[in-house]
């Protein structure tokens, strides 16, 4: 992975969080502000790290999917940056095999588990962590789960 371009571009997404949150009007959405910017902390100093981000960058995702900003351009903005990131990632993953991706990610043992245990469901959100598309994961999770 490109550590630099993944760490500007994280830097960014704290950087535009960080004006939005001091800008805003909405009461509401301040504590909001204060969890992405945790979130994104967390990513960052893995990242300078080298230690694996699936799970967090997962986690992210879902605190977007789940979260309603009451201002909704400053969400757009936000996010627009942390798509940025995710573009970047996914770009620095791109020609990995599944392994890597997996090792790279640090999700290897938690698919091992998977596969050992063969549940398909913690089998398909490990694999989408990967930045797969349903016709790999459901490609794979045959070929895991035929053995």
């Known amino acids: 992975m490109n550590k630099d371009a993944l760490t500007t571009a994280l830097a960014r997404f704290i950087s535009e969080m960080d004006r939005q949150a001091g800008s ?17 902390a967390i990513i960052i100093a893995k990242v300078e790290q080298d230690e694996p981000i699936g799970d967090d960058v997962a986690a992210t995702e879902r605190l977007f999917g789940h979260t309603w900003f009451r201002d909704e351009d400053s969400y757009n903005r936000i996010y627009a940056e942390w798509d940025m ?26 698919f091992d588990r998977a596969v050992a245990k063969r549940d398909e469901p913690r089998l398909r959100a490990v694999l989408f962590k990967c930045f797969l598309s349903e016709d790999n994961v459901a490609a794979i999770i045959k070929q895991q789960l035929k053995k």
Do not use: C, W
């Open 85 to 110: 990131f995710k573009g970047l990632l996914t770009q620095s993953i791109h020609g990995m095999t599944v392994n890597e991706r997996l090792f790279s990610l640090g999700l290897l043992e938690d």
């Open 24 to 40: 805003t009007q909405e009461a509401a959405d301040r504590p909001l502000y204060d969890k992405f910017l945790a979130k994104a």
